[in-house]
């Protein structure tokens, strides 16, 4: 499975980005995908996640009420909707996906498959 990301670019604060994460053939159900972030000199960490047959949704405290993560099951793609965005949300934007869900869905190492990255930068 090959993921793309895409949609990344240049906003003012407060202003809105959609990204999105293509893959190229169907993950199961009981899979999970999510999106990390890396800021320069910092680790990758988790943003958001969503389980693939929409029991779950999972956030990072730090963007919990400004982003929304959804997916499209028959374009097999994952967006994130980022709005309200701050100089701190400045990061490449990594996605992921895990054949299946686990509680431990923050853990960088559980993912079968990462997209190359989409680079966010928020001007104050």
């Known amino acids: 499975v090959q993921l793309q990301a895409s949609g990344g670019g240049l906003v003012q604060a407060g202003g809105s980005l959609r990204l999105s994460c293509a893959a190229s053939?169907?993950?199961?159900?009981?899979?999970?995908m999510a999106w990390f972030r890396q800021a320069p000199g910092k680790e990758r960490v988790f943003v958001a996640g969503?389980?693939?047959?929409?029991?779950?949704?999972v956030y990072a405290d730090s963007v919990k009420g400004r982003f929304t993560i959804s997916r499209d099951n028959v374009k097999n793609t994952v967006y994130l909707q980022m709005n309200n965005l701050k100089s701190e949300d400045t990061a490449v934007y990594y996605c992921a996906a895990d054949r299946a869900y686990g509680v431990n869905y923050y853990d960088l190492g559980r993912y079968d498959y990462w997209g190359q990255g989409t680079q966010v930068t928020v001007s104050s």
């Open positions: 053939e169907r993950i199961s159900s009981n899979g999970f």
């Open positions: 969503t389980r693939l047959n929409g029991a779950r949704t």
